[in-house]
């Protein structure tokens, strides 16, 4: 049962223009979201996270936007870049119980910038 | 220097061999985990470990192991590696940095791919 969704696995828009990703999760308890960034041959890298508590956080050009009721979040990014290619990983967390801060991951959406 | 480093980056092994894999940070975290990537499953979680004495089962545990040497120092091993462990496996840090608040995003490593033949 995955609790954390990612249903679209790629992803093509055109440069300068906005990419959004989608992410739902069944786990009511999840209270923390994260993005990562995976380049081929590279680890992945946080890009940008938001608290329960917050439904907007936005860094440069990168926004994400947590619709609890939904249970869902988008990532923004305005404008695509040809280097923003990668496969971008939702994430999630619940802190409570023993598996306090443990992430679980969504399976990745691969986005294809093209110039 | 990267803040988490991995060793070895690239390995092939034969059926049956025991392999070990190792992570080590600078970041100062108290949390370390290893997780497993396979094409189309996504990041999946094997052992983490929030302190040197505490060890705990992730999703996937089975057929791997665990050793936590110190705060810095996480290493992960295949007793008698199989086809089905070839895989491109990620260490990753979390937690507080001395006495400061903690927080749950973590920090990766490069990854090791792991191919058994």
């Known amino acids: 049962d995955q609790q954390v969704k990612q249903n679209s696995p790629s992803l093509s828009v055109q440069e300068g223009r906005i990419s959004i990703l989608n992410c739902d999760y069944t786990n009511s308890m999840f209270d923390y979201f994260l993005w990562y960034k995976k380049y081929p041959a590279e680890g992945p890298t946080f890009l940008i996270s938001?608290?329960?508590?917050?439904d907007k956080n936005e860094d440069g050009r990168f926004t994400v936007f947590l619709n609890k009721s939904a249970k869902h979040l988008s990532l923004h990014i305005v404008p695509s870049q040809p280097g923003d290619s990668a496969v971008y990983f939702c994430a999630a967390s619940a802190n409570y119980g023993g598996s306090q801060g443990n992430l679980i991951f969504g399976k990745g959406t691969k986005l294809s910038v093209k110039p | 220097d990267a803040d988490v480093t991995q060793t070895p980056r690239n390995r092939i092994t034969k059926t049956g061999k025991r392999i070990m894999l190792e992570c080590s940070q600078t970041?100062?975290?108290?949390?370390m985990y290893w997780y497993r990537q396979d094409p189309g499953l996504g990041l999946r979680l094997i052992y983490y470990s929030f302190d040197v004495k505490d060890i705990n089962k992730g999703e996937i545990s089975d057929g791997y192991s665990v050793s936590r040497q110190a705060q810095a120092k996480f290493s992960l091993s295949l007793e008698s590696a199989i086809p089905n462990q070839t895989a491109l496996y990620f260490c990753a840090t979390s937690g507080r940095v001395g006495a400061g608040p903690s927080t749950d995003t973590q920090y990766f490593g490069p990854g090791t791919r792991l191919t058994v033949l």
């Open positions: 970041k100062g975290h108290d949390r």
């Open positions: 938001i608290s329960s508590i917050k």
